[in-house]
């Protein structure tokens, strides 16, 4: 079984348009737009003369707009200016209305008042006695629980001395009692002395611990060391051994 010829002809578009003839056209040609009928140079200064005159009208029409737009609102502005006028007139006649009025019935209750006044004297004195009373009392309260607070204070800061002074003592008698179990022939002169004594062993001691602790850990690093390159070397041995067997 032989492969299909899928191979097609090659033909020339130019040679096969001329082998069919000229085509019918159906719009103009590029000569027709060339050939378009054109206006000559005064015919378009007429239409830019035209233009202007176009807007001049616009311009007016819109002049004549806001002329009458101006006279409408000054209408409406002396309208509002007469509105007001007349209101604050109406204000003015409620204000005489109601100053004749209060002339009049103060007047009548002149001597209402003067009883009234009297009594209300009278309330503010007995109400000024009970804010000082009640001030005072305010103020005493204040005063006892100050006081109160302070004894308080007072006090805890006298037990903590205390407990401070005791603990000293029982430190400074303990320190004296192990001296002279240790050292029974040496009999200290004052406890102050012994007190200051002991503190500097103490120190002494710690100092030396932590010399001995630091000797410790630097020997324990050391030997770890050594080990290490021990190891590192029988390591090395056992290689060179089986390089040398293999050869």
């Given at each position: ?223 770890k060391k050594k080990k290490q390159r021990k190891k590192h070397g029988k390591k090395k041995k056992k290689k ?8």
């Amino acid at each position: 079984m032989g492969k299909r010829d899928n191979r097609v002809a090659y033909m020339n578009p130019i040679a096969m348009a001329r082998w069919r003839g000229q085509t019918q056209s159906t719009g103009p040609t590029i000569q027709d737009y060339l050939n378009r009928p054109r206006p000559t140079w005064e015919e378009v200064k007429k239409q830019l003369e035209n233009k202007k005159k176009g807007s001049k009208a616009l311009a007016e029409f819109e002049e004549k707009m806001n002329e009458n737009w101006k006279k409408e609102l000054e209408k409406s502005r002396d309208k509002l200016l007469s509105g007001n006028e007349s209101s604050s007139k109406k204000k003015e006649k409620k204000k005489k209305k109601k100053k004749k009025s209060c002339q009049s019935s103060s007047s009548s209750s002149s001597s209402d008042s003067s009883s009234s006044s009297d009594s209300e004297n009278e309330e503010k004195k007995q109400g000024k006695k009970r804010k000082k009373k009640k001030n005072h009392s305010y103020k005493s309260s204040e005063s006892s629980t100050y006081e109160s607070e302070l004894e308080t204070k007072e006090s805890v800061k006298k037990k903590k001395k205390s407990k401070d002074g005791t603990e000293k003592e029982k430190y400074i008698r303990s320190l004296s009692k192990k001296r002279k179990k240790t050292y029974p022939e040496d009999k200290p002169s004052s406890s102050e002395s012994s007190s200051e004594s002991d503190y500097e062993e103490e120190g002494q001691a710690k100092k030396k611990r932590r010399h001995e602790e630091r000797e410790k850990s630097t020997e324990k690093a050391k030997k770890k060391k050594k080990k290490q390159r021990k190891k590192h070397g029988k390591k090395k041995k056992k290689k060179s051994g089986s390089s040398h067997k293999s050869g």
